[in-house]
């Protein structure tokens, strides 16, 4: 069977890292003969059967892995090449891309490519900086800038610009002897790609439903993430950026409401922009939604004949800082809050915000339901 590679795109592949994605996505090894080949069929198409060989020399039995990588590519949003690229180097691979008429044709704006790539860097150090800063500097051996020091580029598609930023997650060997130094690189870099991915998914689902939440620590890192995002300019409203996540073969698997993919179009930058300072609490008069232990519970009047209302105040997070957030709430929503106050349960309310006069305090009008969350608030 011949394949799309050439010889120097296959030669550094260990057979044992195509192996262990494979057997991750479900093939199964089948016995053979030759000791020196393995039979890998497909979870659900029996037929679907690919050989690999156990090891590599001289150019010998890369027509195989070649082979191998085509079928794997099949079920994978990646094509063979992205694959062979990927398994050169254990690590969750980044790609930002960007594509216009210009970019396709090859006259696309310097500048504005340079600060592509200059935008990926922020992005990644902003998100490194905030799982550094809201966790023990002492549980992770990296820093910041020392975790990017150990990702490496790679190759953009052809027909867009952009980079692809390989983020190591190194492999963790079988027999359980793992120095904690390891152990902690490992933990930072995961942590820092999921919580990339959840602040841009954040990012397009207030594009798609106009609705900000704050209060938890993905809303700060969103809001960094929409600064950086949104001063990207191409000079053309059609360009768009897509930005993908292909996850490490050595991480557990990644929750099935983070997608592989979120593309976002120049037209909607300036919203970005507003996003960030919403959040931050430059602006007023915004939807959003607020999560926060309940701290205050005051009721408006102890007449028995009038139903049961007042104001509450929740503490939570509004941008980088602590902000307090007086609501005036009645009957079944006032009780829910007052209940929530009791037992220290966090709640969320959704309705818009407006600064007061003092340091860190909001009121929010035009409130919806209030819900009564876990015992503990969302990460």
Known sequence: MANSFRASELRDIDPTEILNYAEAQGWTRKPMKQANFMLLQHPTKKLRQFILPTL?????????????????????????????????????????????????????????????????QGM??????????????????YTPTQLLETCRIGPADMGRFGNTVFIPIPTLPQNGHTSEEVLQSVDFGRRTTLAFMKGITELRRFLNEGTLETGTPTSVLTARLGELLGILDFGHRDTQIDISMSWSVNRPKVESSIPALVSFRQLEFPYLKGLALSIRGQTTSQRVRLVGQVIEVRAATSNPLIPTQGSIRVQTLFGDEKAEIEVFLKGEEYRKACDAHRDRIPVSVTGVIEKKNAANLYELRDTKEIQVLSTELPV
């Open 56 to 120: 590599v020399s001289k150019d010998k039995n890369l027509n195989l892995i070649g082979d191998a990588l085509e079928e794997l590519a099949k079920d994978d949003t990646r094509s063979p090449l992205q694959l062979a690229t990927d398994l050169l180097f254990p690590a969750d691979v980044l790609r930002i891309h960007a594509t216009n008429k210009e970019i396709v044709s090859g006259t696309g704006p310097f500048l504005a490519g340079v600060q592509l790539l200059q935008t990926i």
């Open 124 to 141: 990644l150090e902003t998100t490194a900086d905030v799982i550094y800063r809201q966790n023990d500097p002492l549980a992770f051996s």
